[in-house]
């Protein structure tokens, strides 16, 4: 059973135009991540949510933004898509509990591959 | 300098044989540190947790040395379905602070 889900699996944009990614998870954790992999280097933390609270790496470019409605969902924002931002994205969960420590590693989506043409 | 370093590889091992990677990390404040695999286009999957005692998970065993921040992981008997790549991960371990990732040491096993 998927746990971590993200949609769609191959995305391809338009230098420029907007994309959004989406994510939902069934485990009910309480952080969602999103992580930034280009090819043959390591994923990259860009942004988390942590509840409700919005963590922003501090070398995350203004042109990625992210959403989380609900527990289950989050979604990454491109706004203007370059080149360079062609890459997988992989959504991520875990779970901190009420001593502030996190009580499960994080599980990792299938990702999101995406080009920009 | 990097904050988790690893050998990027590939080490081409024969099928049988035993193979051992290490990484080192830059954060002494490290509290978690994870051995994650990654296969070709696909996301990175737990393997297992290090632990100072070391600790052990069939043909896989894990070391962590906070003194030197190493970390290491041997593979006995290897499969030609150990073929991937290895991430060496770490994390504060407080709060919901990402993982830091290496960039992985590419592993081909050979029949």
């Known amino acids: 059973d998927a746990m971590v889900i993200q949609n769609p699996r191959y995305q391809v944009t338009q230098f420029g135009k907007p994309v959004t990614l989406s994510c939902s998870q069934t485990?009910?954790?309480?952080?969602m991540y999103w992580y930034q992999q280009k090819s043959s280097q390591a994923p990259k933390l860009l942004f988390h949510?942590?509840?409700?609270?919005?963590?922003n790496e501090a070398d995350t470019p203004d042109n990625f933004q992210s959403r989380r409605p609900n527990t289950s969902f989050c979604f990454l924002d491109i706004r203007s898509p370059g080149l360079g931002d062609a890459a997988m994205y992989l959504c991520a969960t875990s779970r901190v509990g009420t001593s502030g420590r996190v009580a499960d590693t994080q599980y990792f989506g299938p990702g999101t591959r995406l080009t920009v043409l | 300098r990097k904050e988790v370093e690893q050998d990027p590889g590939p080490f081409n091992v024969p099928e049988g044989a035993t193979v051992a990677f290490n990484c080192t990390y830059s954060n002494s404040a490290s509290q978690s540190f994870f051995w994650y695999r990654q296969d070709c286009r696909k996301e990175p999957k737990l393997l297992m947790s290090v632990y100072s005692s070391g600790n052990e998970d069939g043909r896989f065993t894990a070391q962590l040395n906070r003194a030197s921040q190493y970390i290491s992981l041997l593979i006995r008997d290897s499969k030609l379905s150990d073929s991937a790549t290895y991430l060496c991960v770490v994390s504060s371990g407080g709060g919901a602070d990402g993982l830091t990732f290496g960039k992985g040491t590419h592993l081909i096993i050979q029949p």
């Open positions: 485990l009910n954790h309480n952080v």
């Open positions: 949510y942590y509840d409700k609270d919005f963590n």
